[in-house]
């Protein structure tokens, strides 16, 4: 059998529709390329708001965070708890908090274009920039939320589980509203809250098995090729999770554009933008 006709025969059934949309829509935004694309800029964006914003929140709190996120101790960077109590630091830190925020809307701006490109919605212009920066806010402060949540993991019995819970709760409410602020509320509560879910446990497996990895993978790195051993596999990292959170969007657009009962349900009685409604 043919690989054309494996395809069509796979298109006669709805499951295989279903599967056929995801496939071509992963390909149409181009996946990897715009994945890469939105790792970079976190890397250069997220992460130094995080940083710079250790000034109000302590460094321990960023520590904690990239210690969480990315599985290397923080100490490494050569910045102590008791350089950024000191007040020269805390005034540059302000500083350069307000200049990681204003330059670091080129994140949200490349998440506009990776929304635009799956709900086929119109770019925002510079009158929407607080959509930018609110965006770039909210990821900032959901990853040091989530690095929070794993404390909920020493209480007994239940712990694991609410930490789970915990995280996957965080991610569902950003990756809900960064879609709604980058689209300028184009898509349905439905299209918002379903995109926010499976992003959301999609996130949360890709961390489930950092835990695990990362330390590993980050002490091997940096023996081999020191700091930069560290931004590339910090960079490989959010590789990962920037393909997660494209392919979830491109996902549920895919999924709602079908004429089945859960394509029909995300939709609504309004449609969704960039599907066949």
Request: no cysteine.
């Amino acid at each position: 059998m043919t690989a054309r006709a494996v395809v069509d025969r796979l298109r006669r059934t709805p499951a295989g529709r279903t599967a056929w949309r995801v496939v071509s829509g992963l390909i149409e935004i181009q996946w990897v390329d715009r994945s890469l694309a939105l790792a970079a800029q976190i890397f250069i964006s997220v992460l130094p708001v995080i940083i710079a914003a250790s000034v109000f929140s302590g460094w321990h709190t960023a520590a904690d965070t990239l210690s969480d996120q990315f599985g290397f101790d923080a100490g490494r960077l050569g910045v102590t708890e008791a350089e950024t109590s000191d007040p020269s630091f805390a005034a540059f830190g302000v500083l350069g908090l307000v200049m990681v925020l204003l330059s670091g809307t080129s994140f949200a701006r490349a998440l506009g274009r990776v929304y635009g490109a799956v709900w086929s919605v119109p770019s925002m212009g510079p009158r929407d920039a607080w959509r930018w920066l609110a965006a770039l806010v909210a990821v900032a402060l959901s990853v040091s939320l989530v690095a929070q949540t794993r404390g909920l993991s020493r209480l007994d019995y239940a712990g694991r589980p609410l930490a789970l819970l915990g995280e996957v709760a965080v991610w569902t409410l950003v990756w809900a509203f960064a879609p709604y602020l980058l689209t300028k509320g184009a898509l349905s509560g439905r299209l918002l809250w379903a995109t926010g879910l499976l992003t959301a446990v999609g996130l949360t497996a890709v961390h489930v098995a950092g835990r695990i990895l990362l330390p590993r993978i980050t002490a091997n790195a940096q023996q081999h090729f020191g700091p930069l051993g560290l931004a590339f596999t910090s960079v490989s990292w959010l590789f990962v999770m920037s393909m997660v959170i494209v392919g979830a969007a491109a996902i549920i657009e895919a999924v709602a554009d079908d004429d089945n009962p859960v394509g029909r349900y995300l939709r609504g009685s309004g449609g969704a933008p960039g599907t066949g409604s």
